[in-house]
């Protein structure tokens, strides 16, 4: 609607400013009674010289068509009332024809990479981790959404640094039995201990580096104990995808680079990048610190690696975007290798985006693996689900699969309690707030649906072709919100803020339990199934929404 408004408005002003420019202008009324939308011209009066109500005036004469009831030139703006009959007619007829494919996008058979997730080996799947992967999936699906082939890669920290210290951790204190029967707690034990120790033992650092160069030549020992590492870490991790119901196209980490980054050294020889820097070689860049290459004793780094990775993908997928879903505090890492990436000749480098995010904080302040303070993800989910479990227990009992409820419920709690965000906000982990089910939640928005199946079961709903004076005076609201649906789709990927579709969905579910409250729907009339059949609109754009942020959409709670 917005932009079939934006192309007449443009006509009108003798396409002086493109239709998707007017777009960008067009408000929404803070009441109804000044229309469905508005048009302020108070922009377009400086360029012409003209003061805004002579425009609005002027603009408001020329607007004509089968879509515009009334227009009104006040106060500088073009208020604009539609023919609600005609667009909710054409609104819901496209919903009840395409169904869960309402909003969907044609392909356009184009790749698009999305690196998320990307969890550290060894290490506990923390509250940290969620918003990588939650943001991540939800991009993901919305890139799907809109046409694109995706390609969901979790890049696995399974390399770097680290593994020298854990390595020498499990040599010093490791009990082989305890991390064959708990791997990553064990493990996260011994590698907190080391960075205690090492505050008053620098050699322990030392040793790290060694550990950790003998692992990249290709030790044996080392080898075989990073692979158990790594295996250990990839089941764990693989029980929380499950329960999340996350998946991947590839778990190529770090490591698997490790044969790739010579190439990419030899190749920034050649173009004559790099730069020796007391011992280093590094890639000096524009308006930002160097980038470096390999440190003093020859070891790679993360930008080596994310530089083969770039490489490799770009090789592998020709994908027309690649997404890095990534914290924020590594915003300069990215800049740096996007632009050695462009020194090096290659145009796509613009191709290239970091989908930056908060932190999720604890007690106001950072979560730390190194110290032990960290949240475990795996823990909250139990949580959220058996808390679910006693408000089905004391709700309704006779509920059946109770289980598999209670675990969409729970699971959809944690996941739009991040999503509802927008991405770049820090969050301050507070399981209370994300057990609470009632107001903004994503619980509230499952139990909208959840009514909106039982009311179409209990209305034994049969489709019916729509007429707009059979729904009540309370359903305009919602055929706006349900029109708007394909737009915030667009805009969300191409902002990469799922946050849009929580929003939207916390709307659509208020202003139809608005609608539900003030209209009598289960009644024997004649209008009963359009009643049913608008209500079955609502379901499905729903349902499509929370599949968007990874969230199932329960038919009973």
């Not at 479990?389 to 991040?418: M, S, T």
Request: proline share 2%.
């Amino acid at each position: 609607m917005n932009q079939s408004i934006a192309a007449l408005l443009s006509t009108a002003l003798n396409h002086e400013w493109t239709a998707s420019e007017i777009e960008k202008m067009i408000e929404k009324p803070k009441m109804a009674e000044l229309g469905d939308m508005a048009f302020p011209c108070f922009t377009l009066a400086k360029k012409l010289r003209r003061s805004p109500q002579s425009i609005a005036s002027e603009v408001a004469g020329r607007l004509s068509d089968e879509m515009i009831r009334e227009v009104h030139a006040v106060s500088g703006y073009v208020n604009i009332f539609v023919n609600q009959q005609s667009v909710t007619e054409n609104v819901l007829q496209e919903i009840l024809r395409e169904k869960e494919q309402y909003g969907s996008m044609k392909s356009v058979k184009e790749n698009v990479v999305i690196d998320y997730s990307s969890p550290n080996i060894a290490k506990p799947f923390s509250m940290g981790h969620l918003r990588s992967t939650v943001i991540g999936n939800a991009l993901a699906n919305l890139a799907e959404k809109n046409g694109y082939q995706v390609v969901r890669i979790n890049h696995l920290g399974d390399w770097g640094t680290q593994f020298g210290k854990l390595i020498v951790a499990y040599k010093l204190w490791g009990d082989k039995a305890a991390i064959e029967a708990s791997p990553i707690q064990e493990l996260l034990k011994i590698y907190v201990k080391f960075h205690a120790v090492a505050e008053t033992d620098e050699s322990l650092n030392d040793q790290a580096r060694a550990s950790f160069k003998a692992l990249e030549n290709g030790d044996e020992e080392s080898l075989a104990l990073w692979k158990w590492f790594r295996d250990a870490s990839l089941k764990e991790f693989a029980l929380i995808y499950d329960v999340l119901g996350i998946r991947f196209d590839s778990f190529a980490g770090e490591a698997f680079y490790n044969d790739k980054m010579d190439a990419v050294v030899n190749q920034l020889k050649e173009k004559k990048l790099l730069t020796q820097s007391e011992g280093a070689f590094v890639v000096e860049l524009e308006d930002m610190p160097p980038c470096l290459i390999t440190k003093t004793d020859g070891a790679t780094l993360y930008a080596t690696r994310d530089l083969a990775a770039a490489l490799y993908r770009k090789k592998q997928y020709d994908a027309k975007k690649t997404f890095y879903v990534v914290g924020n505090e590594q915003s300069l890492h990215f800049k740096q290798l996007f632009q050695v990436i462009g020194k090096m000749g290659y145009d796509w480098s613009c191709d290239l985006q970091h989908v930056a995010f908060g932190m999720m904080l604890k007690d106001g302040k950072k979560m730390s693996t190194r110290k032990g303070k960290v949240v475990l993800l795996a823990d909250v989910l139990d949580e959220a689900i058996e808390t679910a479990k006693r408000n089905i227990e004391e709700k309704n009992q006779a509920l059946k699969q109770k289980e598999l409820v209670a675990k969409q419920v729970g699971v959809g709690a944690v996941i739009f309690n991040d999503l509802k965000n927008h991405r770049m906000n820090d969050i301050d982990f507070s399981l209370e707030q994300m057990m609470n089910f009632e107001g903004e939640t994503g619980p509230y928005v499952q139990y909208t649906h959840a009514r909106i199946s039982s009311l179409l079961e209990k209305g034994q709903f049969e489709e019916r072709a729509i007429e707009f004076d059979a729904l009540g005076e309370y359903a305009w609201p919602v055929i706006q919100l349900l029109e708007q649906f394909p737009i915030t789709v667009q805009k969300s990927f191409e902002q990469a803020d799922p946050s849009q579709i929580a929003k939207f969905s916390l709307q659509l579910a208020r202003a139809f339990n608005k609608y539900y409250a003030h209209t009598k729907v289960l009644v024997d009339d004649e209008w009963k199934q359009m009643k049913l059949s608008f209500a079955s609109c609502v379901a499905i754009v729903l349902k499509d929404a929370l599949r968007l942020l990874g969230i199932s959409a329960p038919s009973q709670m």
